[in-house]
């Protein structure tokens, strides 16, 4: 009895260990899908930062090109005399050139800089790109740096409602169980009834112990002298015509204290209502 235990209990325990592995492995997967997510949203900012700039670049290039087309005659004289367009001499347009064409190197630099795959267009300078992965460098190396205590306390939570909620189910199954078991009893009457069985070849008395809707067990010393297994019967309670309470069925228990039948009727008619 102690072996048994003692093999049941330490196979509980693998089995909790196992469920430890798992679940430590699980919380890695779901921590590693974190940082992936986290970084995939740092790169589809990036994407939308390096749209919006284009977009805001191919307007101030239009913009210039619509500026510089509407330069006045003086304003292209006092260019060839090297005056300089942001000079309050030029006109109103003239003077927005210079603002216009330094937005625009602005734009170029920026998405030189953040543009994935792109070379910094300025040294010393870091893109949206470059700072995400250093975030998600640094958020690895303190998920491997911090993740045993971390993981650990997650894990135990875990394993503790899972047994819970794995006894809960054994207790409810068990319940069932318990109930089955006892429907099972419910549907059996234990009546004795003075019987007699005919067989193929021999024809003796016994008195039933179990009745159910589906068979009967007999009480008969030596029945195994007067029947054998598959041997179809008609057991009839004894005193009574042959007509009633008479039902015919099939040995399927046989030994050396009883008979047990296999009724081949839906209802049987030995069992008391």
């Known amino acids: 009895m102690n072996t048994e235990a003692t093999k049941n209990q330490k196979i ?16 890695l997967e779901q921590e590693q899908e974190h940082l992936s997510q986290v970084f ?3 790169l589809k900012a990036v994407m939308t930062h390096c749209e919006a700039l284009r977009a805001e670049l191919a307007e101030q290039q ?5 500026t510089q087309a509407h330069l006045t005659l003086a304003d292209k004289l006092r260019l060839k005399l090297g005056v300089a367009l942001a000079s309050p001499s ?13 937005r625009i190197t602005a734009l170029e630099v920026e998405l030189a800089l953040n543009s994935p795959g792109a ?20 958020a690895i190396k303190q998920l491997l740096a911090q993740g045993n205590m971390q993981r650990a306390a997650w894990v135990e939570a875990r394993l503790q409602s899972l047994l819970i909620e794995e006894h809960k189910q054994l207790t409810e199954a068990r319940r069932i ?61 004894s005193d009574l015509p042959s007509q009633a309470n008479s039902v015919q069925g099939v040995a399927v228990r046989v030994g050396t204290n009883g008979l047990g039948v296999n009724l081949l009727c839906s209802k049987n008619p030995l069992k008391p209502e």
């Open 40 to 42: 995939l949203s740092a």
């Open 177 to 237: 169980g318990a109930l089955d078991s006892v429907a099972r009893k419910a549907l059996r009457s234990s009546i004795e009834l003075n019987v007699s069985i005919q067989g193929e070849h021999s024809s003796v008395n016994g008195i039933t112990r179990d009745i159910s809707d589906t068979g009967v067990f007999v009480e008969l010393l030596d029945a195994h002298k007067s029947f054998s297994e598959g041997e179809l019967l008609t057991v009839q309670v």
């Open 62 to 66: 239009l913009l210039e090109q619509q």
């Open 119 to 138: 070379k910094p267009a300025v040294s010393g300078q870091s893109s949206m790109l470059s700072r995400a992965n250093a975030e998600n460098d640094a």
């Open 90 to 102: 030029m006109s109103a347009q003239a003077q927005q050139l210079p603002v216009i064409r330094q």
């Open 12 to 27: 509980k325990l693998a089995s909790i260990e196992q469920m430890r592995t798992d679940l430590a492995k699980e919380w």
